[in-house]
């Protein structure tokens, strides 16, 4: 697939902001007709970023049933 303007700027905000959180950088990034995934193969950890045209982000809380 193409990877177009609109990934290229989902990933670069999306590693700032692992960057000004001071996380290590993605290990694998993915791209998808409507989406962007980051995976980190150390905690076996992935985040994907919805290519929505949703004015507000939406924010998924992925730690399941009865998490703090």
């Known amino acids: 697939m193409?990877?177009?303007p609109r990934h290229r700027d989902a990933e670069a905000r999306f590693r700032r902001l692992v960057d000004d959180a001071g996380?290590?950088?993605?290990?694998?990034?993915?791209?998808?007709?409507?989406?962007?995934?980051f995976f980190w193969t150390g905690p076996r950890v992935a985040v994907i970023v919805d290519l929505d045209d949703a004015e507000a982000p939406v924010v998924a809380d992925a730690s399941g049933p009865g998490s703090c």
């Open 23 to 37: 996380l290590e950088p993605p290990d694998t990034v993915t791209y998808e007709h409507e989406s962007v995934t």
């Open 2 to 4: 193409d990877i177009t």
